[in-house]
């Protein structure tokens, strides 16, 4: 069983005696620290993981146990996938509750987030894009996708309407079952896919239209990873957003669809350690 992370909580004295228990269980990690003379720069970063639409946090398991393995806290939040008026506040909201160091790690629509969410962050040392997008202010990601040609999302996506909480009605989008493999995770077993494809989280159409308001990677150090072969996201346009960001470093996945997150784990993990000890 993995220890309890050490990252403490804001405002947690205020929730009562019983999750007071919890952060006295927390505190000496921190204090033991300190008292160790540990400077901040020397304290180990969280490693937060943003997943993005037609997914959930699960894809980042293979890369979160090679982390975990080398010593690292990890944490991947459910990305609320409601668009970005909803989901840059409530990853921000995340961030905020974490003490010390953040490495902020993102893939697919969940960039776009984090791109948004971790401006003004001064606890964020590093973005992490993997196979993902990072757009600038004023930029909405349904005109970026189209900038190269060879997505399938296009083709692969099904709409399906919804119902807001304010009675207004929202469209989700889906990935058909025919599709889904192809336009997703071409490099992976059926038999997984199926499964991807019948758990898959929609996210909602607005997300495409969105406005970014906020370009983190402008002020934080930021590293990319492009998937080889992805046909979600295509290659050139995840090398045109590496280069605009002056990534500190780019590599590239051969053959990768666009979960290299999940099919090469541990060469995502590597590279999230490279980024790591480029900024510590």
Request: a neutral charge; aromatic letters at 8%.
């Amino acid at each position: 069983m993995q220890d309890r992370p050490t990252f403490s909580r804001r405002g947690v004295l205020a929730a009562g005696a019983a999750v007071a228990a919890t952060s006295a269980l927390l505190t000496p990690s921190v204090a033991t620290a300190a008292t160790a003379g540990r400077s901040t720069s020397k304290v180990r970063p969280t490693v937060v993981l943003v997943h993005g639409g037609f997914a959930d946090a699960s894809g980042w398991n293979g890369v979160i146990s090679e982390l975990q393995h080398a010593g690292y806290e990890c944490v991947a939040p459910a990305n609320p996938l409601r668009g970005l008026p909803t989901d840059v506040p409530y990853l921000a909201s995340v961030l905020a509750s974490i003490e010390g160091p953040i490495v902020l790690v993102a893939h697919s629509y969940g960039g776009a987030v984090m791109t948004n969410a971790a401006a003004g962050n001064d606890n964020v040392k590093a973005l992490v894009y993997i196979a993902s997008f990072a757009p600038a202010e004023g930029e909405q990601l349904g005109v970026l996708l189209n900038k190269y040609p060879g997505s399938l999302i296009a083709d692969a996506a099904e709409a399906v309407p919804f119902t807001n909480a304010d009675g207004s009605t929202g469209t989700d989008l889906y990935l058909t079952a025919d599709k889904f493999r192809a336009a997703f995770c071409a490099d992976l077993p059926v038999a997984t896919t199926r499964l991807m494809q019948a758990t898959q989280r929609p996210f909602s159409a607005s997300s495409l239209t969105d406005v970014t308001q906020a370009a983190a990677w402008r002020t934080i150090p930021s590293f990319g990873l492009v998937a080889g072969e992805d046909k979600a996201i295509p290659p050139a346009l995840e090398r045109f957003f590496y280069e605009r960001t002056k990534a500190r470093k780019v590599i590239e996945v051969p053959g990768a669809s666009h979960v290299p997150m999940i099919s090469h784990p541990k060469t995502t993990a590597r590279f999230v350690e490279t980024a790591i000890r480029t900024v510590s």
